[in-house]
């Protein structure tokens, strides 16, 4: 398998504070990699360094060969990664299809307009990705009207929208119900299966990790502790000291006999 990220010890000092300590890592292509660990431990920062929001004091950030590194954030989207945010991006007035449509234009330059026939501007395509996120049925309900649990899915129909190789997801189920988080992780698996993309995503949720994730890293206080397989990670002395520490060890111990 290729390697479609390659992290190279990326810092990142947020006055005198090291949010992120000479991380190295890898993505392989169609893998869905957990990123944990726990608040503070320098999660967002790395995904704000790989989206270009947030520049690195040092290191490498390497997408299908091509440093990233002092590229703008939509440079970096049109070159194929995707991000869903915790915060949903989404126009509210619009419909479900429409929002979708409207990201289809901006990946291919062109304008969205209320005048022409909708048919035109990318119906196809726009259907297709809401059949893949089990939203066809709403295609023409306005996205303010939506339950969380859909909106959460509208927003990966929009992120695909790109034909990302590489899709960022920080916390994508907060905030919501249990059944919904699991189906919404359900659902990235099976898009990482059919399609050829792969996934660095966090969670809070270890059932989740544990059930979804090809594999793992730890970060703890900026630094990367651990990575491996679910059973690794599970048995890590270390992971388990980090989740001790900070009262969590009890979720991994008490996971793993599930
Ligand atoms: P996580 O996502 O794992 O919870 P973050 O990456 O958000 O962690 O934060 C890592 C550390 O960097 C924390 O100590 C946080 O307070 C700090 N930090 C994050 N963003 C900023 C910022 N923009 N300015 C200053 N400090 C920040
Ligand atoms: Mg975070």
């Known amino acids: 398998m290729n390697n479609v990220l390659e992290i190279s010890n990326l810092s990142k000092n947020f006055g005198g504070i090291n949010a992120v300590n000479n991380v190295s890592f890898n993505l392989k292509d169609g893998e869905l990699l957990a990123l944990i660990g726990p608040n503070g431990a320098g999660k967002s920062t790395c995904f704000n360094m790989i989206m270009g929001q947030i520049l690195p004091n040092q290191g490498k950030i390497q997408f299908m060969g091509e440093n990233l590194v002092g590229r703008p954030t939509r440079e970096i989207w049109r070159k194929g990664i995707g991000r869903t945010f915790q915060i949903t991006a989404t126009y509210p007035s619009m419909t479900v299809i429409e929002n979708v449509q409207i990201a289809l234009l901006s990946f291919h330059n062109r304008l ?14 726009a259907e297709s990705l809401l059949e893949l996120v089990g939203m066809l049925a709403q295609a023409d309900r306005p996205a303010a009207v939506l339950a969380y649990g859909d909106l959460k899915r509208l927003e990966l129909a929009i992120a695909l929208s790109n034909e990302p190789r590489l899709l960022l997801m920080d916390e994508p189920t907060a905030g919501m ?56 990670i599970r048995n890590n002395q270390r992971v388990q000291e980090v989740y ?7 979720e991994l111990e008490r996971r793993s006999n599930a």
């Not at 026939?117 to 395509?125: E, G, S, V, Y």
């Not at 659902?187 to 996934?199: D, E, G, H």
């Not at 809070?204 to 059930?211: G, L």
């Open 244 to 250: 001790l520490g900070g009262g969590n060890t009890f």
């Open 112 to 125: 969205f307009s209320f005048f022409k026939k909708t048919k035109n501007q990318f119906q196809d395509k």
């Open 177 to 232: 119900a249990p059944k919904a988080r699991i189906e919404l992780m359900a659902l990235t698996s099976k898009i990482v299966a059919t399609k050829s993309v792969s996934v660095l995503f966090t969670e809070h949720d270890m059932d989740i990790v544990f059930t979804h994730a090809h594999r793992l890293i730890v970060l703890n206080r900026g630094e990367l502790i651990a990575g491996g397989t679910v059973e690794e």
